[in-house]
């Protein structure tokens, strides 16, 4: 730190001087915005009296439901597969290890940022037979604009309070010492919302009624600690 960083004309001390008096003060920033995407996991399942069987119906199952997700174009941002597994069920009773049956479940993450579509997809998703939906989390991209402006209002408040304290002084601020993130929190990532499960729902000719989500407002939290230099007040 230099002695133009003090606003005097000595070493830095870090507590200020009587010709360089320091101001400390922190700048906080709360916004509620509308979330820009949201989350929803599928999952997939399927059984067979053998692993192939098992294994076909898995991935008829699964493909149905990657096929309708695909379908919903531009309005889905991003599509991924995650778990997958293939367990054998042992028969109960019996002497040794027989199996009965073999289950089946994959996991598909969908991000969409078009919400009306979001409610008819999921609906028509939870219609379909062994899956589940579990969803929606709303959340803010990770570069929305909203972080950097939750932290623009955090530095104007922390200058504004500054600027207060050197007026009830008597006194204007000389420079900036220090400017410290404390952490701009993002908003909370996929705050979970509704959950919605299907087994076997029974589907009607016209198809169930969309479901009407209504977005969950986000939270963005940005605060700084920030050190000016005084010009020597008349006391």
């Known amino acids: 730190m230099t002695s133009a960083e003090t606003g005097g004309t000595g070493p830095f001390v870090p507590y200020g001087t009587p010709d360089a008096p320091r101001v400390a003060v922190r700048g906080e920033a709360r916004l509620e915005v509308d979330p820009e995407i949201a989350r929803i996991g599928v999952t997939v399942l399927a059984r067979g009296k ?87 989390w709303w959340a803010l991209r990770p570069g929305s604009p909203v972080h950097a402006e939750a932290r623009r209002q955090a530095v104007r408040e922390a200058v504004q309070r500054a600027r207060e304290y050197a007026e009830a002084l008597g006194t204007t ?20 919302a509704a959950r919605m499960r299907a087994a076997s729902f029974a589907a009607e000719d016209a198809g169930p009624a969309p479901l009407d989500l209504e977005p969950q407002r986000q939270q963005v939290h940005a605060q700084v600690n920030a050190r000016f230099t005084m010009r020597p007040p008349t006391l």
């Open 50 to 136: 053998d692993r192939a069987a098992a294994l076909d119906d898995l991935t008829r199952r699964n493909a149905a439901v990657l096929d309708l997700v695909k379908s919903y174009g531009d309005a889905v941002e991003r599509l991924e597969t995650g778990a997958f597994a293939v367990t054998p069920e042992l028969r109960e009773k019996g002497r040794g290890e027989r199996v009965h049956a073999y289950h089946g479940q994959v996991h598909v993450t969908a991000e969409l940022s078009d919400f009306t579509a979001l409610g008819e997809l999921a609906t028509r998703l939870a219609d379909l037979d062994l899956t589940r939906v579990d969803g929606p």
């Open 173 to 192: 601020l000389a420079a900036l010492v220090e400017l410290a993130d404390i952490g701009a929190e993002e908003a909370r990532p996929y705050a979970p």
